[in-house]
């Protein structure tokens, strides 16, 4: 760093413009990068007086989480060195610069750490390996290539998909191939100014502990990003994947449909499918129309593409992302819109009611349509039946809604809880897995879903149906991570089963809310961006720790649960792991809990209207309605006090 913006730089320190933290991780960051384009970008934000920008960029490091990385991949003021080339309104031609922010650097910093750990750890003789896959968004081509290279100068070998693929289906190809590790580089549904770096373990989950923590440990140990490449003849190897691993992946897909008998009958039931511009347009609409249904997509949405040109946020849980779809599906008459994100980890869907009106489901209400047809399913063909009714089970997250465990009562099956996180998840299918005696579980992953399943009821636990209330959902254990491409063949049978009965997704949901009681659901996600907001994020989160409420919208508080600081057992008996959550139980049967986001500068309320406690289901089915309006004032009601009482607390 030469002397003038050292001098610059200190002064800012002085001044108070530039935090403490900012300006240090600033000079580690020059001492360590030989790129011009770092040194020049710093040297012009602090030439223009960007200092709001540069804290931003500058005032954390990236940390290496459980889940691996995400961040802004482009600035909210872009350099002239990080524009480079690009014209105005392109792509810039580098990422952005920060230790705050997903670049070559941290990229290469956390694959270091990654490569150096399997190297370590990895038994016998060959090669550690990993399977690396990448979304639609900027510069991933870039990023894996930057993985693909440190992996390979250090002795790794790289199972690499050459276009952009799900993370579904990546975390698909760790199982099948039997790589060490998996890569896939996506920030999911957020802007497009992010990316993100999300790591798997050899069974095809995303890392936890204690193999996490190990992982960290190396990451937070590299010092600069410079290292020495193994000599040539040890270098990894390079193995591209292409259509050959997406038939592999279609087949075990097609294992999801549970009634294709009853599918062909309703030929007639037609969908819409949108990848609002990611990955989801490679698999869901082959295995779509290789199943039977009729399926269009949105051709203005089917162009892959970083931008996301035609929507506000490439978010399915979100009308407006799916709006293109609605408005095709009213043009044409069809039935279902379904729409993925850009990773094809998330599924939304709209649906006719009987009105025919266009209808959002919640990813609550869509889970639990799924949950309950696949319990029916299995019970109605005699897999789950009086002898191995234990063994069968339901996963979900504490804050996916209790209506899903209200069904799985009903047909007798247990559920289990998790923290929010899907690598929580499949670390039940691991559990369930390895609980299957060693001899028996040796061509574990070459069986058919018959195999496993049978095996499953005999010594562990049947998984029947997994997900969480941000629209992820799972039905089989051959990948490990939340499957939009399968969801939406499980989802499309679940409309096709509605229409066989005479009736849509909307009326089949009351069915259960005239059986269990209604059950409403939702969200308050508050943004607080930058060192400032992450500061006021901590603190709120931490009030609710300190001075829980002790009653809510005219209800007293009935328990209050802190998952940071209280020691919490599954239903199996399984220590739930520490996370910053607090969920606040109300005497009438609500509840909401708070929880700061790990991916996104947000802190989130989810909010919950639920029967009475001692109270289920309508007396008469004439009375949904009623109950209906009564449970939405309700509702309303609780989000307006919770977000209230949010604002108090921030002052």
């Known amino acids: 760093m030469n002397s003038e913006l050292s001098a610059t730089l200190d002064a800012a320190l002085v001044s108070g413009d530039l935090l403490r933290s900012s300006h240090d991780n600033i000079v580690e960051l020059l001492g360590s990068s030989d790129s011009p384009v770092c040194e020049a970008s710093v040297a012009w934000l602090a030439s223009e007086g960007h200092w709001t920008e540069l804290n931003n960029r500058f005032f954390k490091k990236l940390a290496f989480g459980t889940g691996g990385l995400r961040g802004r991949s482009i ?39 990654l490569v150096r750990h399997l190297l370590k750890t990895h038994p016998g003789a060959g090669r550690p390996s990993l399977a690396v896959a990448r979304d639609t968004r900027y510069f991933g081509q870039e990023f894996a290539d930057c993985v693909t290279k440190v992996a390979v100068e250090n002795g790794v070998d790289v199972h690499l998909f050459t276009e952009p693929r799900s993370t579904p289906h990546l975390s698909f190809a760790v199982r099948y191939l039997g790589t060490t590790s998996g890569i896939v580089l996506t920030a999911s549904h957020n802007p497009p100014h992010d990316n993100g770096y999300k790591v798997y373990g050899s069974d095809g989950a995303q890392i936890v502990e204690p193999e996490a923590g190990a992982i960290i440990a190396e990451v937070e140990a590299v010092c600069g990003v410079s290292y020495d490449p193994v000599p040539e003849d040890c270098h990894g190897r390079v193995f591209p994947l292409g259509k050959e691993m997406d038939e592999v992946y279609l087949a075990r897909l097609e294992t999801l449909l549970l009634d294709p008998a009853m599918v062909k009958e309703q030929s007639d039931l037609r969908l819409v499918f949108t990848n609002i ?158 609980q299957i005696p060693a001899d028996l579980r040796e061509d574990y992953r070459q069986l058919s879903d018959t195999g496993t399943r049978d095996l499953r009821l005999t010594h562990s636990r049947f998984f029947v149906f997994g997900g969480e209330e941000s629209y992820g959902y799972l039905g089989a254990d051959f990948l490990r991570d939340k499957d939009a491409n399968g969801a939406a063949v499980m989802f499309a049978e679940v409309a096709a089963f509605a229409r066989s009965k005479g009736m849509t997704c909307v009326e089949l949901l009351d069915e259960l809310f005239t059986r269990h009681g209604v059950y409403l ?131």
């Open 75 to 113: 600035g909210e003021i872009v350099t002239p060195a990080e524009r480079g080339r690009a014209a105005e309104g392109e792509r810039p031609e580098f990422p952005c610069v920060g230790t705050g922010n997903l670049n070559y650097y941290n990229i290469t910093r956390a694959t270091l750490g």
């Open 277 to 434: 511009h990611g990955t989801g347009g490679t698999i869901s609409p082959k295995i779509l129309r290789r199943l039977g249904f009729t399926c269009d997509t949105v051709p203005a949405q089917d162009v892959e593409d970083g931008a996301f040109p035609t929507v506000k946020s490439p978010n399915p849980e979100n009308a407006e992302a799916l709006q293109m779809g609605v408005d095709q599906a009213e043009a044409s008459g069809a039935d279902i819109v379904i729409g993925t994100d850009p990773d094809a980890d998330r599924m939304g869907v709209v649906v006719r009611n009987k009105e025919g009106k266009m209808t959002l489901l919640t990813g609550n209400q869509i889970g639990s349509l799924m949950a309950y047809y696949r319990l029916l399913a299995f019970t109605e063909q005699g897999i789950i039946n009086e002898t191995n009714r234990d063994h069968a089970v339901i996963v979900k997250t504490f804050v996916t809604t209790e209506l899903q465990t209200a069904v799985a009562a009903h047909f007798g099956v247990g559920v289990v809880n998790t923290l929010t996180g899907f690598k929580y998840i499949g670390g039940k299918l691991r559990k369930y897995e390895n």
């Open 521 to 651: 659901e939702g969200q308050h996600a508050e943004t607080l961006s930058g060192a400032d907001g992450a500061a006021q994020i901590q603190k709120l989160a931490l009030s609710y720790v300190e001075s829980p409420p002790t009653e809510i919208d005219g209800s007293p508080v009935a328990r209050v649960r802190d998952f940071a600081n209280e020691d919490f057992y599954d239903e199996e008996g399984d220590p739930v792991p520490k996370e910053k959550m607090v969920f606040v139980d109300l005497e009438d049967g609500r509840a909401f809990a708070v929880r700061p986001s790990g991916t996104e500068p947000k802190i989130k309320f989810y909010l919950y209207q639920r029967p009475r406690p001692g109270h289920s289901g309508i007396d008469l089915p004439e009375e949904l309605e009623s109950a209906k309006e009564i449970a939405q004032l309700s509702f309303d009601s609780l989000k307006a006090a919770v977000v209230a009482d949010m604002r108090k607390r921030l002052g």
